[in-house]
């Protein structure tokens, strides 16, 4: 992987970390399905442009719309709608962590529902590592003290396991453009959130900040529309193994953004607890285990 590579990968986790800040914004004027619907609205409408221009067409099978639609409700409606409303009760900096246990649920489920990828003793050792660190993370005495923020954390960890179930689906696409999949995932969650929101939030008798929408706005058409073309980007040149990265680096940037701008804090176990998801992610990646063990043969050998 060349430079240029790291730069989109480090590009890609600001942009995703900042879905999280935006929504730190939005979340204290608009209610969770009305910044959803705003988010996968806009950035279809911006996908599609994309696609004009590059001279692609979207398919128009029902069969394929109806498993964008499936896509949609897995990759957006539900995670997106979990995160939100898990925001309304926790920090970004928070959810951005809880958010980076989606691998963690990805190879869990990978090796009951695929044939390809079953457990081995490096990811079963990173999965146990993540979940001590979830653990912390949530606290001890949160679990014997059940209340509205930790439902907030477990609509988080919610979103992450229906992230890692759309990760899995979605290999059924492969032969279509990345690209044309994304628009058309978007499309079907626009189609799915329009009732929802207008129902239940009835929005129209919201009376936002201009802060608030231009929070709406770079969720969209910044943290959405232009993170995936960046993520096929990568996808393409890179390959899937090395965008688990990116997992890696969202919660750095979220914190930060938290820290800085919503003027969030977090407590000691926050950090503990991120250190150990890194080291279960680490450990469930491989290459840097992989590597260690290489140089420590050759430095054996050389003895």
């Given at each position: 992987m060349g430079f240029h590579e790291w730069v989109l990968i480090v590009l890609l986790s600001i942009l995703w970390g900042g879905?999280?800040?935006?929504?730190?914004?939005?979340?204290?004027?608009?209610?969770?399905?009305?910044?959803?619907?705003?988010?996968?609205?806009?950035?279809?409408?911006?996908?599609?442009?994309?696609?004009?221009?590059?001279?692609?067409?979207?398919?128009?099978?029902?069969?394929?719309?109806?498993?964008?639609i499936v896509m949609g409700a897995l990759n957006n409606l539900i995670p997106f709608s979990l995160i939100v409303w898990g925001q309304t009760h926790i920090g970004s900096g928070l959810a951005s962590i809880l958010n980076g246990t989606t691998p963690i649920f990805s190879v869990i489920l990978a090796h009951f529902l695929t044939k390809e990828e079953r457990l081995t003793t490096n990811r079963m050792s990173g999965v146990l590592v993540g979940w001590v660190g979830v653990t912390v993370l949530i606290g001890i005495d949160s679990l014997r003290n059940f209340g509205i923020?930790?439902?907030?954390?477990?609509?988080?960890?919610?979103?992450?396991?229906?992230?890692?179930?759309?990760?899995?689906?979605?290999?059924?696409?492969?032969?279509?453009?990345?690209?044309?999949?994304?628009?058309?995932?978007?499309?079907?969650?626009?189609?799915?959130?329009?009732?929802?929101?207008?129902?239940?939030?009835?929005?129209?008798?919201?009376?936002?900040?201009?802060?608030?929408?231009?929070?709406?706005?770079?969720?969209?058409?910044?943290?959405?529309?232009?993170?995936?073309?960046?993520?096929?980007?990568?996808?393409?040149?890179?390959?899937?193994?090395?965008?688990?990265?990116v997992t890696l680096l969202i919660p750095l940037s979220a914190i930060l953004l938290g820290i800085m701008v919503l003027g969030e804090r977090l407590e000691w176990n926050a950090f503990v607890g991120m250190g150990l998801i890194f080291i279960g992610l680490i450990a469930i990646d491989g290459r840097?285990?992989?590597?260690?063990?290489?140089?420590?043969?050759?430095?054996?050998?050389?003895?």
């Open positions: 879905s999280f800040f935006f929504v730190g914004v939005a979340v204290k004027d608009f209610p969770p399905f009305t910044i959803v619907l705003c988010r996968v609205a806009l950035a279809s409408v911006i996908l599609l442009v994309v696609i004009y221009v590059k001279g692609n067409t979207m398919p128009s099978s029902l069969a394929l719309w109806g498993g964008f923020e930790m439902l907030g954390q477990f609509a988080v960890l919610g979103a992450a396991f229906s992230y890692a179930y759309a990760a899995i689906y979605g290999r059924r696409f492969k032969g279509l453009s990345p690209l044309v999949v994304a628009t058309g995932m978007l499309c079907g969650s626009t189609i799915m959130m329009t009732p929802m929101a207008l129902f239940i939030d009835q929005p129209w008798h919201l009376s936002p900040s201009g802060y608030t929408m231009i929070a709406l706005f770079g969720l969209a058409a910044i943290s959405t529309s232009l993170a995936y073309i960046i993520y096929f980007r990568i996808l393409a040149t890179a390959g899937p193994t090395n965008l688990l990265l840097l285990l992989k590597r260690f063990k290489r140089k420590e043969t050759a430095w054996y050998y050389k003895i």
